[in-house]
């Protein structure tokens, strides 16, 4: 009779309900998007989101790179009072004070861009910084106005102005008001390179658009991430206006240092010792 008792254990054995699987915990890990390997969100915080199997950078904001180049992470935010308003009363698929708001509340921030003064290897500067999470990092005219009194404030101070650009373009939602910000920061920078006062440009992943077009390609010297997107219009929208394939890596840094367009390719966290060698290069 074991084979009976055989098929009453396999029968018992059916009826169990299955195993449960453990859950993971959101927010302890997360997937590299370049080599899919499961990382800890912890890890990847401690390596400046920078993942160690692959050396794929995260995007990250403007406080990331401050506690970054910032001596101990200790600065001082300028101009936050700062907030955009909806002057045209636009409206698309919703109306423009309602994505301002709905900005503010998912990120924590008041605009696309922040600028903080404090001292990095004991030398005084100031750094404007995008963050991309509020509306693409657009650049409105309270994103012009920021980064404008940025560089006023490094030439009344005499200090470097460091811009860290993370932009999908122009705000639109501003017509042209959004568009004057481009010759207005390029006419800001005119004044801080005859006074001689150092302006360098960390190019990050992605900086497009009129922000490419204005502040971020008029460096004294242009530093970028590995792998980020620089460019004006996207790889998709040249494909399609001149109809031909475009040549792998277009418009990623390693491009466009191959080409001339940036000076260096450096990793996240080499970015401060990059910046304080470059202060002592200038004695300005």
């Known amino acids: 009779m074991s084979w009976f008792k055989k098929i009453k254990e396999r029968a018992k054995q059916q009826l169990l309900p299955p195993p449960q699987k453990k859950d993971t915990p959101n927010g302890v890990w997360t997937r590299c998007p370049a080599c899919k390997e499961m990382l800890s969100i912890i890890d990847l915080e401690q390596n400046w989101h920078v993942c160690p199997n692959?050396?794929?950078?995260?995007?990250?904001?403007?406080?990331?790179?401050?506690?970054?180049?910032?001596?101990?992470?200790?600065?001082?935010?300028?101009?936050?009072?700062?907030?955009?308003?909806?002057?045209?009363?636009?409206?698309?698929?919703?109306?423009?004070?309602?994505?301002?708001?709905?900005?503010?509340?998912?990120?924590?921030?008041?605009?696309?861009?922040?600028?903080?003064?404090?001292?990095?290897?004991?030398?005084?500067?100031?750094?404007?910084?995008?963050?991309?999470?509020?509306?693409?990092?657009?650049?409105?005219?309270?994103?012009?106005?920021?980064?404008?009194?940025?560089?006023?404030?490094?030439?009344?101070?005499?200090?470097?102005?460091?811009?860290?650009?993370?932009?999908?373009?122009?705000?639109?939602?501003?017509?042209?008001?959004?568009?004057?910000?481009?010759?207005?920061?390029?006419?800001?920078?005119?004044?801080l390179s005859e006074a001689g006062i150092p302006y360098w440009v960390i190019l990050t992943d992605p900086t497009t658009g009129g922000v490419t077009a204005s502040f971020a390609m008029l460096g004294d010297v242009h530093i970028a991430e590995p792998g980020a997107l620089i460019g004006f219009a996207g790889p998709r929208v040249i494909e399609q206006t001149i109809r031909k394939k475009l040549p792998p890596g277009f418009q990623r840094s390693e491009f466009l240092l191959d080409h001339g367009l940036v000076d260096f390719i450096v990793p996240r966290h080499k970015l401060k010792d990059t910046i304080i060698r470059l202060y002592k290069f200038y004695k300005y």
């Open 54 to 191: 692959c050396n794929y950078h995260f995007r990250v904001g403007s406080e990331v790179y401050f506690n970054l180049l910032f001596d101990n992470g200790k600065y001082e935010e300028l101009f936050d009072d700062l907030e955009s308003i909806d002057f045209l009363g636009f409206v698309d698929r919703k109306p423009y004070s309602l994505r301002i708001e709905e900005a503010k509340r998912k990120t924590g921030l008041k605009e696309a861009i922040r600028v903080a003064t404090g001292n990095i290897g004991r030398n005084k500067m100031v750094v404007a910084a995008m963050d991309f999470d509020f509306i693409g990092g657009s650049m409105g005219s309270v994103v012009g106005e920021k980064f404008a009194r940025a560089a006023e404030y490094a030439l009344e101070h005499k200090i470097p102005l460091i811009a860290i650009p993370k932009s999908g373009g122009a705000r639109m939602m501003e017509s042209a008001f959004s568009l004057m910000q481009m010759a207005k920061t390029s006419a800001i920078l005119t004044k």
